[in-house]
């Protein structure tokens, strides 16, 4: 039997005010204040060598607030306050409080530390960008990790100091503000999560909604053809929940290229959590760090089939959508071995420098497998190859490494696959201060007969320096923000990054 729309909407209201009755007589945990900054004197600024910190009294979004002034005098280095807090934890909190600045992004640390002094737990945003407006931060338990100290026993009971640092990332000169730090008491982490239940506002007979969040990949939700293209899919999480991603498994042919994905915690008021747009089915792996609902909805506006099937809908644990670096990451553990380069899988990746004499902008990394970076930390360059229309990766063929006549400083990367050899070589030249950056590809017929091949060049987020080989800056992941074809070059970020000598065919 099929409903429509209206009916189902009527049920989802009923049982949004069945759990808002059930729910009415539980109160949110009270925050209690630890410092609403209407004085300041029991602060103090310790700025690292090099570095000038200051702070004074401001307005506050409630009040009055502290305003912590930093200069790095064009080095490195950090800017800190502190003061003495006694803190007793609960099982488990979430701390929290207002911030506004204008400052370049820098690194944002949140530290509690022990009587001793000496160990310390803390809390990074890296290469955080203030906000101009006041902004609410929440700190939980599960955020604040041990740093450093001699203590054998890491887990973080008691404080007696708070700490707010500043540390350079772009550097430079700037203020924040900071005002309102509280504390509030949490309920225990639950041990498992009840399973979703799933909903929609159509389906086929035997295609109902709850086949498209069973666990089962072979089992699947279609949407009637006849109640049209605009569709819901809504999965009850049964409790409020945190989670870091969301992982869409589309019927072929019958995905939505276009949806919204939202949120709500009640069930009737809802908030827009990620827009899709140009979607191209099969897997659709959604980061959304740091996210919290009971309700989320799939609202499917277009697709190129008559009907929506989904076959999994998979809400993701937090350390899915933590950081781009732990989404791809993620990403890869799943994927067949060579979708990803092999540090992204925590495989060891050997790599080699190439750059001119004394360095410059264009210096990178060459990789065992053949990928260039374009750039110290930047995107990279990865080969393919198409041959009879199977797809060759590094983790298909046979590699070996080799520099010119076995001594110049010319690296190069053999791939040998059946009946045919890529040959990789990457070199610098020009001037320190105006580089170029080379690289070469040649493909051989091993073969005794005509064959067809694809070089395919994938430019990908991802650094030659694996995650977890950090040289002093973040390493693995490079953000693409936007990426074009120029008709003679791409362009990755604005920029204009990389020129093939050939014209391309696709």
């Known amino acids: 039997m099929k409903r429509s729309l209206q009916q189902v909407r009527t049920v989802f209201l009923a049982l949004a005010a069945a759990f808002w009755l059930a729910s009415a007589g539980a109160q949110e945990p009270a925050e209690r204040v630890l410092d609403a900054f209407e004085e300041i004197a029991p602060w103090t600024?310790?700025?690292?060598?090099?570095?000038?910190?200051?702070?004074?009294?401001?307005?506050?979004?409630t009040g009055r607030a502290l305003r912590f002034s930093f200069d790095f005098g064009g080095g490195a280095g950090y800017a800190a306050i502190r003061r003495a807090l006694p803190l007793e934890?609960?099982?488990?909190?979430?701390?929290?409080?207002?911030?506004?600045?204008?400052?370049?992004?820098?690194?944002?640390?949140?530290?509690?530390?022990?009587?001793?002094?000496?160990?310390?737990?803390?809390?990074?945003?890296?290469d955080y960008a203030f906000p101009r407006e006041w902004t609410r931060i929440a700190i939980r338990k599960r955020q604040i990790e041990f740093a450093w100290g001699p203590t054998q026993d890491r887990r973080l009971r008691r404080a007696a100091h708070v700490e707010f640092v500043v540390s350079a990332g772009a550097g430079g000169a700037g203020a924040i503000e900071i005002d309102n730090l509280t504390i509030r008491e949490l309920p225990p982490e639950p041990i498992s999560y009840p399973a979703a239940i799933a909903r929609a506002t159509s389906w086929q007979t035997g295609f109902g909604a709850e086949l498209g969040a069973d666990g089962r990949p072979q089992t699947q939700w279609r949407s009637d053809s006849v109640a049209g293209r605009d569709q819901i899919?809504?999965?009850?999480?049964?409790?409020?929940?945190?989670?870091?991603?969301?992982?869409?498994?589309?019927?072929?042919g019958a995905y939505a290229s276009r949806y919204d994905v939202e949120f709500s915690h009640d069930g009737v008021e809802w908030i827009l959590a990620r827009r899709i747009e140009g979607g191209d089915g099969g897997v659709d792996?959604?980061?959304?760090?740091?996210?919290?609902?009971?309700?989320?909805?799939?609202?499917?506006?277009?697709?190129?089939?008559?009907?929506?099937?989904?076959?999994?809908?998979?809400?993701?644990?937090?350390?899915?959508?933590?950081?781009?670096?732990?989404?791809?990451?993620?990403?890869?553990r799943e994927a067949p071995r060579g979708a990803y380069p092999r540090g992204m899988r925590g495989e060891q990746n050997y790599w080699t420098l190439v750059g001119v004499d004394g360095g410059g902008a264009r210096s990178a990394l060459f990789s065992e497998d053949g990928a260039?970076?374009?750039?110290?930390?930047?995107?990279?360059?990865?080969?393919?190859?198409?041959?009879?229309?199977?797809?060759?990766?590094?983790?298909?063929?046979?590699?070996?490494?080799?520099?010119?006549e076995n001594y110049?400083?010319?690296?190069?990367?053999?791939?040998?696959?059946?009946?045919?050899?890529l040959r990789t070589t990457a070199l610098a030249d020009g001037a320190a201060d105006a580089p170029r950056l080379l690289h070469r590809y040649e493909l051989t017929n091993a073969s005794d007969h005509v064959r067809e091949f694809s070089l395919v060049l994938a430019v990908r987020p991802f650094q030659v320096n694996p995650p977890q080989q950090f040289l002093g800056a973040p390493a693995g992941f490079s953000p693409i923000n936007e990426i074009a074809w120029t008709?003679?070059?791409?362009?990755?970020?604005?920029?204009?990054?990389?020129?093939?000598?050939?014209?391309?065919?696709?």
């Open 408 to 421: 110049l400083p010319i690296p190069s990367v053999l791939w040998r696959g059946p009946g045919w050899e």
């Open 372 to 404: 260039l970076e374009l750039g110290p930390g930047g995107v990279s360059v990865e080969p393919f190859l198409i041959a009879e229309g199977r797809v060759f990766s590094w983790a298909d063929i046979e590699i070996t490494q080799a520099l010119r």
């Open 89 to 126: 934890l609960p099982e488990n909190y979430e701390i929290s409080f207002q911030i506004r600045g204008d400052a370049p992004a820098n690194n944002l640390e949140f530290k509690l530390t022990d009587a001793s002094g000496e160990n310390v737990w803390w809390s990074v945003r890296r």
């Open 487 to 506: 008709g003679a070059e791409v362009a990755i970020n604005g920029a204009p990054r990389l020129r093939p000598l050939q014209a391309p065919d696709a």
């Open 45 to 61: 600024a310790a700025p690292s060598d090099g570095v000038r910190a200051s702070i004074s009294q401001t307005q506050g979004e």
């Open 233 to 252: 899919f809504f999965l009850d999480l049964g409790l409020e929940r945190e989670f870091g991603g969301l992982v869409l498994r589309w019927v072929d």
């Open 285 to 332: 792996p959604l980061m959304l760090t740091e996210s919290e609902a009971r309700y989320v909805r799939l609202r499917l506006f277009e697709g190129p089939g008559g009907f929506y099937g989904l076959a999994e809908a998979e809400i993701r644990d937090l350390a899915f959508g933590a950081t781009p670096q732990a989404f791809f990451q993620a990403l890869a």
